[in-house]
């Protein structure tokens, strides 16, 4: 079993096409009606990511066995709305959906200083459409995403041909660091960074912490950028929370400089605290905490 992220998600061309057409044909509520059956799918024949899936809802969420299962289920159909959200936002649909916001003050703060800002998020929920929040912050927002740029290329060009044009910068992690002048140069034109700090790649720097009341690994990258910079640093999350609303969560981080631990114990307990809320929306379909491997070593 894969124990950590392997840097690619799941997916073909023609799912994301047989979604597509069914959206702009049918509207989203065929899209989603599809993925009834996407999910049971991958329920039976996606054993890596049901198996790690499982585990979190049986030991982390404390859940029946049956309830386990059904959360399984349903959280491989969560998630696949939120790609189709994400796809028919970006084309053009969002007056379709609804959002709250929480904390959006504290980013417009983090704007007026006139430094740019860190913003911390990670794979719950549907932060990919945070960008289309943005557009009505009181100050103007430009996005920069911290990216390893891993996904399959064939995905990534039919999605770029059907919807509207980023307005987001893509920062790429380089293997010489050059992306930390990237970084700097952003925020010294005040735009927004955004990384995601839970997914730690084989071979890279990490650092330790508990989540959930177990030990993970995460990435050093994001926390020590993130404690050595000046600016404001954020925790953001974008949750769904009916069919067709979502709703935007920012908090401050408050953690001193340089003090990288401190600021990761601080992002575990606001992850944990949005997945106390939103169960469903753990979307780490992978061991995230190595307790498959090690039972299967013993």
């Not at 059904?70 to 796809?87: A, E, L, M, R």
């Not at 911290?146 to 990534?156: G, N, P, R, Y």
């Amino acid at each position: 079993m894969a124990t950590e992220w392997q840097g690619k998600s799941r997916g073909t061309v023609l799912g994301y096409k047989i979604f597509v057409f069914s959206m702009k044909t049918f509207g989203i509520s065929s899209a989603y009606f599809i993925l009834y059956f996407v999910a049971f799918y991958f329920c039976l024949f996606s054993s890596d990511s049901t198996r790690a899936s499982y585990y979190y809802f049986r030991k982390k969420r404390n859940y029946s066995l049956l309830k386990s299962y059904i959360s399984v289920y349903k959280s491989y159909y969560v998630f696949g709305q939120t790609i189709i959200d994400k796809v028919a936002i970006s084309s053009g649909l969002r007056d379709k959906f609804t959002y709250d916001f929480d904390g959006v003050e504290l980013l417009n703060e983090a704007l007026k200083q006139k430094k740019g800002g860190i913003l911390i998020s990670a794979h719950v929920g549907n932060f990919e459409i945070a960008e289309h929040f943005f557009g009505d912050l009181e100050e103007s927002a430009s996005i920069s995403i911290l990216t390893t740029d891993a996904e399959h290329s064939a995905i990534k060009e039919y999605l770029e041909s059907i919807t509207e044009k980023p307005k987001v910068k893509l920062i790429l992690i380089q293997e010489d660091l050059s992306h930390i002048f990237e970084i700097n140069a952003a925020l010294a034109r005040n735009e927004l960074v955004v990384i995601t700090g839970d997914r730690y790649i084989k071979g890279s720097k990490y650092l330790t912490q508990d989540l959930l009341g177990e030990p993970a690994k995460f990435p050093a990258g994001p926390f020590m950028i993130a404690s050595r910079l000046k600016v404001p640093v954020l925790f953001v999350y974008v949750m769904k929370e009916s069919k067709k609303h979502y709703h935007l969560y920012t908090r401050k981080a408050q953690a001193k400089h340089r003090d990288a631990q401190a600021l990761l114990e601080e992002y575990t307990q606001s992850v944990s605290w949005m997945l106390s809320k939103y169960p469903l929306q753990w979307f780490n379909y992978f061991d995230f905490w190595n307790s498959l491997e090690e039972k299967e070593a013993k």
